[in-house]
C-alpha cells in the first residue's frame, strides 16, 4: 500500500507542473580567450563570453534550449549540458567522441534541446580536454507553476566553486600525460576568485551582501576539475532542499559537501548579527599525499547590510572550523544521511524489478612507459584508471563519434561487451592489496554496454585499494539514478541488499562512491542514445575511467533516436 501511494503522489505532481506555458530560451556562447590576474600574474584563459566563470543560464521547466557556440578560441570544444536529460536530443549532449566530434576552431555548433521533467540547479560546462576548467556555469531550471516545495527565498545566488591552475590548462594536461603523472590546482575558487589567502590575492574575494532575516537560496555547483569540497559559512547554517536538481526533504547542517560535478540548492538565512563572516571552501581528498592535490582554502566574505566598520572596530571577519581534508565520517554523513522529497514535481518511485545486474569495480591503474620516455608516476610508469580492468580508450582519429558509429552501424568504432563483472574477486578494499600486477596495468579498450529500451539497472560501484583509495564521484549523462545504500569494504550481496532504500532513496545524476567502499543504484534506460559513464575527476577521466551505455530504440517512433542535425561538427 505504501509503494501504490507513492506512486500515486508522483503522478499527481507531474499534473501539477504543467500550468504555465514554455518558452523558447535563445543564447550565444563565443568561445574565446581572455587574459585575467590571478596569484600575482596574468594568465590567458578559455572563457565563453569573455566571463570566467561563464554565464548563468536560467530557464523553465518545459522550455526549449537554443545556444549557437561560436569557437574563436585555439582549441577543439564540445559544451556539456551536465544534469539536464536530452530526452531524444543525445545529439545535443556534448561529450567529445562520444556524441559528438569536436567544434573546431572557427567553427560552430547550435545545441538544441527542451529541458523538461526536472527542476533544480543543474550546470553547464566544456566536455573536451580540461577546458572545463574555466569553461563552465550554472543552468538554473525554475518550476514552471512558479512555487517551490519550501517557502520562497528572498533571492537567489548561484555559488560556483572551483579551482585555479597557475598555468596554460591545456599544456599542464598535454604534460601529464606525455609523462604519465597527475596535476593539481593550485587555489580553489568562489565564483572565481581565490580569496584573501594567496599571495597577490587580497582584492581576489567574493563579497556577497545579505539582508538581516532574509533567508537566500543558494544555487551551488562544484565545477572543481579533480577535487570534493567542505563549503562552510561562519556561525551559519544551512538548509539542503534539493541535490542534482531533485528534490530532498530538508536537511539542515552546518556544512555542505559536493563531490566534484554535483550540485545543490541550498537555503540559507542570514539570522546572526550584522556583521562579516567568512565563507571558505576546501578539499576533501584521501589517498593522495600533499603536494599530489591542492590543500588550499578559498573564502569569499558574507557581509551584513548596514555594518558599518568604523576606525576604531577591531571585528574582523569569523572564519568557520573547517574539516581536516581526509575527514570521512563528515563527507559520508552528508551523502548518506539526506533522502528525496517524494511529494516533489518530477519524484520517480524507484523500479522494483531488475533487468540487469552490474558489479563495476573502480581502480586505479598503471600503464607501461614508452620506451625512450620518462615517466613520473608510480614505480616510473603511467598513471591510467580502470572499470572491471578495462581502461576506456576514445575513438581518437576513426572518423566518428561512437553515437555517430551506433546511429549509421558503422564497425571499428567500439565493442559492446564491456563486462558486467570484475575479471576475479578478491578482498578489493584491502590496503595490501596497493599493487596487484593482474589488475594494476589494465588493457586500453572503447569497450561500452548496449542496453534494452526501459529496461531497469542496477550498478554496484566497488571501489578498490590499488594504488591507494579515493573517492570517485561517478556521473551518468541522459538519466538520474536513484542512490540505493553506500557503505565501506566489499559489497556482500546478502548483507548489503538489507540497506537498500526502495521508499525515498536519492536522486542523482552524480553519485560519491566512498574511499574504500561501494554505492548502488538503480535506474530505466528510457532514454534512446549514448550516455556517457565516467569519474568526474578529470584526472581519472582522461586515463580511462569511463564507459559509455548504449540504450536502443523503443518501440515507437517518439521512444526512438532521431538523426543527427545537420550542422553536428565532422572529425
Not at 572550523?321 to 519524484?347: G, Q
Not at 588493457?443 to 570517485?472: D, G, R, W, Y
Amino acid at each position: 500500500m505504501k509503494i501504490l501511494m507513492l506512486w500515486l503522489t508522483w503522478a499527481l505532481a507531474l499534473s501539477f507542473s504543467s500550468m504555465v506555458s514554455a518558452a523558447i530560451v535563445e543564447r550565444t556562447f563565443t568561445i574565446q580567450n581572455k587574459t585575467i590576474k590571478r596569484l600575482c600574474h596574468e594568465q590567458v584563459i578559455v572563457t565563453v563570453n569573455g566571463l570566467y566563470p561563464g554565464p548563468n543560464m536560467e530557464v523553465r521547466e518545459g522550455d526549449s534550449v537554443i545556444v549557437h557556440v561560436i569557437n574563436n578560441s585555439p582549441y577543439n570544444i564540445t559544451i556539456h549540458w551536465h544534469g539536464v536529460f536530452q530526452l531524444l536530443s543525445a545529439w545535443a549532449d556534448g561529450p567529445e567522441y562520444i556524441t559528438q566530434c569536436s567544434i573546431r576552431p572557427e567553427n560552430k555548433y547550435t545545441y538544441k534541446f527542451k529541458v523538461t521533467q526536472q527542476e533544480g540547479t543543474v550546470w553547464w560546462h566544456a566536455h573536451a580536454s580540461a577546458l572545463r576548467a574555466t569553461v563552465h556555469g550554472a543552468f538554473i531550471i525554475q518550476p514552471r507553476s512558479g512555487r517551490f516545495p519550501f517557502p520562497k527565498p528572498y533571492k537567489e545566488v548561484p555559488i560556483i566553486l572551483g579551482d585555479w591552475y597557475d598555468g596554460n590548462v591545456e599544456d599542464i594536461v598535454r604534460k601529464e600525460l606525455e609523462t604519465g603523472d597527475k596535476i593539481s590546482s593550485d587555489a580553489f575558487t568562489i565564483n572565481g576568485f581565490p580569496g584573501d589567502l594567496f599571495n597577490c590575492s587580497k582584492n581576489d574575494v567574493y563579497n556577497l551582501r545579505v539582508k538581516q532575516g532574509k533567508t537566500y537560496l543558494f544555487r551551488m555547483v562544484n565545477a572543481a576539475l579533480n577535487n570534493n569540497l567542505f563549503f562552510k559559512i561562519a556561525n551559519h547554517n544551512f538548509t539542503v532542499v534539493a541535490l542534482d536538481a531533485a528534490y530532498t526533504e530538508p536537511y539542515n547542517t552546518d556544512i555542505i559537501v559536493l563531490a566534484a560535478g554535483q550540485t545543490a540548492d541550498v537555503l540559507f538565512t542570514a539570522d546572526q548579527r550584522k556583521g562579516p563572516y567568512f565563507m571558505a571552501a576546501s578539499p576533501y581528498v584521501l589517498g593522495e599525499p600533499a603536494p599530489l592535490f591542492d590543500n588550499t582554502t578559498t573564502r569569499g566574505i558574507v557581509v551584513y547590510d548596514g555594518y558599518k566598520k568604523s576606525k576604531s572596530s577591531q571585528l574582523k571577519p569569523l572564519m568557520p572550523a573547517l574539516p581536516l581534508h581526509n575527514n570521512t565520517p563528515i563527507a559520508h554523513k552528508f551523502f548518506s544521511n539526506i533522502t528525496s522529497l517524494v511529494k516533489a514535481p518530477h519524484w520517480v518511485p524507484v523500479p522494483l524489478e531488475v533487468d540487469e545486474h552490474m558489479y563495476i569495480t573502480i581502480n586505479m591503474a598503471l600503464q607501461p612507459c614508452p620506451k625512450n620516455a620518462k615517466c613520473t608516476g608510480p614505480l616510473g610508469q603511467k598513471f591510467s584508471a580502470s572499470m572491471n580492468n578495462e581502461s576506456f580508450l576514445l575513438p581518437v582519429g576513426k572518423g566518428f563519434s561512437i553515437m555517430e558509429a551506433y546511429f549509421y552501424n558503422v564497425s571499428g568504432l567500439y565493442t559492446t561487451d564491456f563486462p558486467n563483472n570484475p575479471p576475479k574477486i578478491f578482498d578489493f578494499t584491502n590496503p595490501k592489496i596497493f599493487f596487484d600486477a593482474n589488475v594494476t596495468f589494465a588493457p586500453k579498450s572503447t569497450k561500452v554496454k548496449k542496453f534494452k529500451f526501459n529496461s531497469t539497472v542496477e550498478i554496484v560501484f566497488q571501489n578498490t585499494a590499488i594504488l591507494n583509495a579515493q573517492s570517485h564521484p561517478m556521473h551518468l549523462h541522459g538519466m538520474n539514478f536513484h542512490v540505493l545504500a553506500q557503505g565501506f569494504g566489499s559489497f556482500d550481496p546478502k548483507r548489503d541488499k538489507l540497506k537498500y532504500n526502495l521508499v525515498n532513496p536519492l536522486i542523482h545524476n552524480t553519485v560519491a562512491v566512498p574511499v574504500g567502499g561501494w554505492a548502488a543504484i538503480r535506474f530505466r534506460t528510457n532514454n534512446p542514445g549514448v550516455w556517457f559513464l565516467h569519474c568526474h575527476v578529470d584526472d581519472h577521466n582522461l586515463w580511462g575511467l569511463v564507459t559509455a551505455f548504449i540504450v536502443e530504440n523503443g518501440p515507437t517512433p517518439s521512444t526512438s533516436l532521431p538523426p543527427p542535425p545537420a550542422d553536428l561538427p565532422k572529425c
